[in-house]
């Protein structure tokens, strides 16, 4: 990539999509596909911040369907089902353990209707559920607590490379000529000038700064949309987001004797997964309310010792400690308030503001949902702009060939690093590192 993509583009564009999260991906896509001229970028480097903190997972959200979130569950289910075609290369459906023992919350039967109901709500998508003895547990996972084990449900999900899934969506979105995407360059100020918005971007990385024009400008900020939005003078915006901060830890291969992703459901009515790969474990997450800067968070010792706690009492043969910890990450969950404080009734419904005619709000929802929040916004803009709007486009599997497969089990070869290099946004040596990791 050129050194100064920010002063080498062009000075106009349709639309400009601040937030290179998936959900900016997706509008970016999706708008592009349908013929607008698009210019997205990113303060950091694209999926760097909650998008590639999530726990990496394509699901319906098993545990909404407590809250009766029904329409929701049926949503992400869908879309889980889908992206596994659309992008089968970055995704994977795998069996998942809900352990349960004689003083759970949740007793089997329950369990079982529950999963029944998961699966509906897929309209049989899913790979069935089932449930397990005790000895058809321990087998799938050695480690577990014998004491009080009853059994386990099983159902089905998807696991994902959340930040490589992000550029690929981007990368699907450049295919049409028309459009840009540029990391690394922040959204200084921007404002409406008649029916225009001139944007005031500047490249974090060179200090170059332009300005550009558009018709209709997309906040896809996520957790972020507060901060940008509350000072603009020439809105009234009030703060709409409850940060909530969650945490994982990568453990090393083999610190659990376990063959399946199990969810663990502790007595605070948290879930807290514990995913398997090929060559780490990841565990999490926590949830803690946030104050202070939003960017490159870090989980503290009180969410690592929660974790830890929590594999304790599942698997108290297995003796994790820190020691076996290799890596550890941080995120903030956009949860939209709905003017009371009921998170988990609220958390992962997306919202969608206009509070100016051109400008555009998307936030809250989930990873999994991306393509149906983009679509709202992208249906909306074309609409707007005199563009048909044609929602199969969305649906079509990425055109590209991938540079990399995170799944594969193998390492980036020196050529697939050159192409990464020249084809995916790399303008630091963090960003390749996240392009070719699956542990970030
Ligand atoms: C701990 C945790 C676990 C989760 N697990 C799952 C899961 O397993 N499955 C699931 O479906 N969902 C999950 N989620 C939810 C999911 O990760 C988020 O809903 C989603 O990633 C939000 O994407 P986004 O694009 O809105 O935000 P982000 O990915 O944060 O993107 C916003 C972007 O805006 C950029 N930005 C900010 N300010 C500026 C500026 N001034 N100029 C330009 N750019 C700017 C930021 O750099 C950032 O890249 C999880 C979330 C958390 C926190």
Redesign the pocket.
């Known amino acids: 990539m050129h050194k100064d993509p920010l002063l080498e583009t062009d000075l106009y564009y349709d639309v400009v999509v601040?937030?290179?999260?998936?959900?900016?991906?997706g509008v970016f896509r999706d708008l592009s596909l349908n013929g607008v001229k698009v210019l997205l970028?990113?303060?950091?480097?694209?999926?760097?911040?909650?998008?590639?903190?999530?726990?990496?997972?394509?699901?319906g959200?098993i545990r909404y369907l407590e809250n009766m979130d029904f329409d929701l569950v049926f949503e992400?289910l869908h879309e889980k089902n889908l992206w596994l075609k659309l992008a089968p290369h970055l995704c994977y459906e795998s069996a998942f353990y809900m352990p349960v023992f004689k003083d759970s919350l949740r007793p089997k039967w329950m369990i079982k209707i529950g999963l029944f109901l998961y699966d509906l709500l897929s309209s049989f998508q899913n790979s069935p559920h089932s449930m397990a003895n005790k000895e058809e547990t321990k087998k799938a996972l050695p480690h577990i607590k014998s004491k009080g084990l009853s059994g386990a449900g099983i159902y089905h999900d998807a696991i994902v490379d959340?930040a490589r899934l992000?550029i690929e969506v981007i990368l699907d979105g450049l295919e049409e000529s028309n459009s840009r995407a540029i990391n690394h360059?922040?959204?200084?100020s921007f404002e409406f000038v008649g029916h225009r918005v001139n944007v005031n971007l500047k490249d974090e990385l060179t200090s170059n700064t332009k300005t550009i024009q558009c018709k209709e400008i997309v906040m896809?900020?996520?957790?972020?949309t507060d901060?940008?939005l509350s000072t603009h003078p020439q809105l009234n915006w009030k703060k709409k987001l409850l940060p909530?901060?969650?945490?994982?830890i990568w453990l090393k291969k083999g610190s659990i004797d376990i063959s399946s992703p199990l969810v663990m459901t502790p007595n605070d009515g948290r879930v807290i997964?514990v995913i398997p790969q090929k060559e780490h474990i990841l565990v999490?997450?926590?949830e803690e309310n946030h104050n202070g800067s939003l960017?490159d968070l870090t989980p503290n010792d009180s969410e690592i010792d929660y974790l830890l706690d929590n594999l304790d009492q599942y698997f108290p043969d297995a003796k994790v400690t820190k020691e076996h910890i290799i890596g550890k990450f941080?995120?903030?969950?956009?949860l939209v308030s709905e003017g009371d404080s009921d998170k988990a009734k609220t958390a992962?419904h997306h919202k969608y503001y206009q509070p100016r005619n051109n400008l555009h709000v998307?936030?809250?929802?989930?990873?999994?949902?991306?393509r149906i929040m983009a679509k709202d916004v992208a249906q909306n803009i074309c609409a707007k702009l005199g563009f048909t709007y044609n929602s199969i486009l969305s649906k079509k599997p990425l055109r590209i060939i991938p540079n990399f497969k995170p799944f594969s089990g193998t390492q980036a070869t020196p050529e697939q690093i050159e192409k990464i290099k020249s084809q995916e946004f790399v303008r630091t040596d963090e960003d390749l590192m996240r392009r070719i990791s699956v542990t970030d």
Do not use: C, N
């Open positions: 601040i937030g290179g999260g998936i959900v900016g991906a970028v990113d303060k950091k480097d694209f999926s760097s911040q909650t998008s590639s903190k999530s726990s990496k997972m394509l699901h959200g992400a959340d992000t360059i922040g959204l200084e896809a900020t996520g957790p972020f901060e940008i909530s901060k969650g945490s994982h997964f999490g997450t926590t960017f941080a995120g903030i969950r956009p992962r998307i936030m809250g929802g989930k990873y999994t949902t991306f």
